[in-house]
């Protein structure tokens, strides 16, 4: 893998790392629903959703960072598969969140464009990277 393909799923995988905290412990309140751009009246209802997309990103990251673990310690083949598999699910899973908005299940419409933009772009980067 290139250095620049390895650069973008690290950033990818401190990134999913970074938002899991706040989806997972920090949802619900003011400062965490303004920084994920997500309004709802009945928090209680979507917690466990916003728990287990936090478990899934924390998931996402680490998977990447053992990839590059064990690119660099041990087996190249195999890390190379496990980082292009996290990084393909980060992608998927980020485009996923922008058909949610597009479909209108986002309050506000529109709200996880920054989102999704900010967390398709390493990933996607990772995997045209690591195709050239």
Known sequence: MSSLSQLAALVGALAYLGAAPFE????GRP???RFLHVETDHVED????????????ALAGAGT????VILHSGDATVGRAVVITCVAYMLLA???MG???ALGYWRPR???????VASS????VALVAATL
């Open 24 to 27: 997972m412990v920090l949802f």
């Open 31 to 33: 400062a965490t629903m």
């Open 46 to 57: 979507v917690r466990m959703w916003a728990f287990c997309i936090g478990a899934r990103n």
């Open 65 to 68: 960072i053992a990839g590059l």
């Open 94 to 96: 980020s485009l996923a």
């Open 99 to 101: 058909v949610a908005d």
């Open 110 to 116: 529109g709200g996880s464009v920054l989102g999704t």
């Open 121 to 124: 772009a390493p990933p996607l």
